[in-house]
Nanobody, 123 residues
Framework: QVQLVESGGGLVQAGGSLRLSCAAS????????MGWFRRTPGKEREFVAA????????YYADAVKGRFTISRDNAKNTMYLQMNSLKFEDTAVYYC????????????????WGQGTQVTVSS
């Protein structure tokens, strides 16, 4: 089992920055990719970014390219999402997820999910 815990959410003004963290732990901690998704009430969960755990190569949704940066610390089993130039439309609950497969924007390929952390961007 892999447990994922997000942190770092909060309230920030438009144009500001925020860094989310996702700490992973568990008895059988093996995965090839981790990713971030977000959800606004009434909407489908949306892919944000994913990372190849071994190489560190990141992949991004068009909506966040150039503004968000995904990274990981192997020693800490922690993934990060640095969010810059935040916009009101970035407001959502952000979820981290782990996958035994390669990085993907497809939700069902991720086997483990965190509980989410709220990010609110004020205009």
């Amino acid at each position: 089992q892999v447990q994922l815990v997000e942190s770092g959410g909060g309230l920030v003004q438009a144009g500001g920055s925020l860094r989310l963290s996702c700490a992973a732990s568990g008895r059988s901690f093996r995965f090839n990719a981790m990713g971030w998704f977000r959800r606004t009430p009434g909407k489908e969960r949306e892919f944000v970014a994913a990372i190849n755990w071994n190489s560190g190569t990141g992949y991004y949704a068009d909506a966040v390219k150039g503004r968000f940066t995904i990274s990981r610390d192997n020693a800490k089993n922690t993934m990060y999402l640095q969010m810059n130039s935040l916009k009101f439309e970035d407001t959502a609950v952000y979820y981290c997820a782990a996958s035994p497969l390669r990085p993907s924007s497809i939700e069902r390929q991720y086997a483990n999910w965190g509980q989410g952390t709220q990010v609110t961007v004020s205009s």
